[in-house]
């Protein structure tokens, strides 16, 4: 497809991948992607931002030839280093020697080993600008939109905010203008940033309110389609999206498996302690849940316990299952608590303890574990304990 222009000298010179059924290995893309890439012709300097998947460079460099001579850029602006976007990086130095990268200061390990040769690479932060000859970009660093290297620059002659990953969607379609879109946009929109952009919410809530001083009238991101009318409500969305709901629910979820009862029994020792302090807590069979929803919860959860039988050897797989997803959702920081009944060794609780704190939740130091059928010693037992873990969700650190 060819070159698109944006606005005056600013023009798409990506390439499309309607065939892409899977992205990043694990997301589903029925309606493809597209790898955007720009130009930007100032009067004295010319600026690429950056380029796409390596198998489409051929593509890509027939578009940039349409606008420019490759040999004449001055600026290659590396948003981000995944290989989506920086497949054409090499070919494009080699065939623009005096071409400098801009990237983030996260970003310059990143090129440099993606490069593995010498190359001007300049690292920029917050408020540094290009000068361009009567245009100009301005850069944000966005970390974790979607990689710590994450760069954003805003072009305020043209008011084009251009996004890299963030504001995307996988969908590659005839048109390259959201307003012309043959789906439902507003659910794709959600389904990238539910795959993409939610396991780094703690992130986006410092890193969006940078943008908020751009006047952003088009958005132009990495992927899918250009917004050039009602920017806002996009910018918007995420910043809904990833808002922290944990403080106004207070709620902490415990979620746990038992096959003859006895750690739900620990399970209602905890959760009436929990609820006695004050705290909201939402009890999820683990066995019989929906990952989705649960998912939900945990998001809105200050503090996740996991109650476990060990089988085994190990904790059992519908616990496992909700570990699993942990990492789809932003769990930094969150409090956490493993408690549970085993018949031998009691390994379970401990496996799934050390993945939390791997996962870097703050998890309270002891499991609290119960040979077979909860004594009334040990029920007493475990409402102290249930106490302290109490204690710990509802302290400040
Ligand atoms: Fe589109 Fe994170 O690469």
Not at 92 to 98: G, H, N, S, T, Y
Not at 167 to 196: G, M, P, R, V
Not at 266 to 288: P, R, S, T, W, Y
């Amino acid at each position: 497809m060819p070159a698109i222009q944006l606005a005056e000298n600013v023009f798409w010179v990506g390439v499309k991948d309607p065939k892409l059924a899977v992205f990043d290995i694990v997301m589903k893309t029925d309606h493809g992607t597209t790898y955007n890439a720009y130009v930007i012709k100032g009067r004295t300097k010319t600026a690429v931002i950056d380029t796409v998947k390596a198998e489409f460079s051929d593509e890509f460099f027939a578009n940039l030839g349409e606008i420019i001579d490759v040999a004449d850029i001055d600026y290659l602006v590396v948003n981000h280093n995944e290989p989506d976007h920086s497949g054409g990086m090499i070919r494009l130095l080699e065939q623009a020697p005096k071409a400098e990268i801009i990237c983030s200061m996260a970003g310059i390990p990143f090129v440099k080993n993606t490069l593995n040769r010498e190359a001007k690479i300049t690292g920029v932060k917050d408020n540094h600008t290009l000068d361009l000859g009567g245009k100009s970009l301005h850069f944000k660093v966005m970390p974790y939109m979607h990689w710590p290297d994450t760069l954003m620059e805003f072009l305020p002659e043209d008011k084009i905010l251009f996004s890299n990953d963030g504001f995307a969607a996988h969908y590659s379609f005839e048109s390259l203008w959201a307003d012309e879109a043959t789906i439902d946009l507003d659910h794709e929109f959600w389904y990238y940033y539910d795959a993409i952009m939610r396991p780094f919410t703690g992130y986006m809530r410092r890193n969006l309110p940078k943008l908020n001083e751009f006047d952003v009238q088009m958005i132009a991101p990495s992927h899918g389609p250009i917004f050039r009318r009602n920017a806002r409500k996009w910018l918007d969305k995420y910043v809904d999206w990833a808002a922290d709901r944990t403080d106004e629910k207070n709620q902490v979820m415990v979620v746990f498996a038992s096959n003859y009862g006895n750690t739900r029994r620990l399970a209602d020792v905890f959760i009436d302690q929990l609820k006695a302090d004050g705290l909201n807590v939402v009890a999820i069979n683990a066995e019989a849940c929906d990952l989705e929803k649960v998912r939900d919860e945990i998001e809105m959860s200050r503090a996740i316990l996991f109650g476990t039988p060990t089988f085994a050897g190990d904790a059992v797989k519908p616990i496992w299952d909700v570990v699993g997803v942990l990492h789809s959702v932003y769990t930094q920081g969150k409090k956490a608590a493993v408690f549970g009944s085993y018949g031998w060794g009691g390994e379970g609780t401990k496996l799934v303890a050390d993945r939390l704190a791997g996962m870097k939740l703050k998890v309270y130091p002891d499991a609290f574990r119960v040979r077979l059928v909860p004594s009334d010693d040990d029920l007493a037992e475990a409402r102290d304990h249930a106490a302290k873990v109490s204690e710990f969700i509802r302290s400040a650190d």
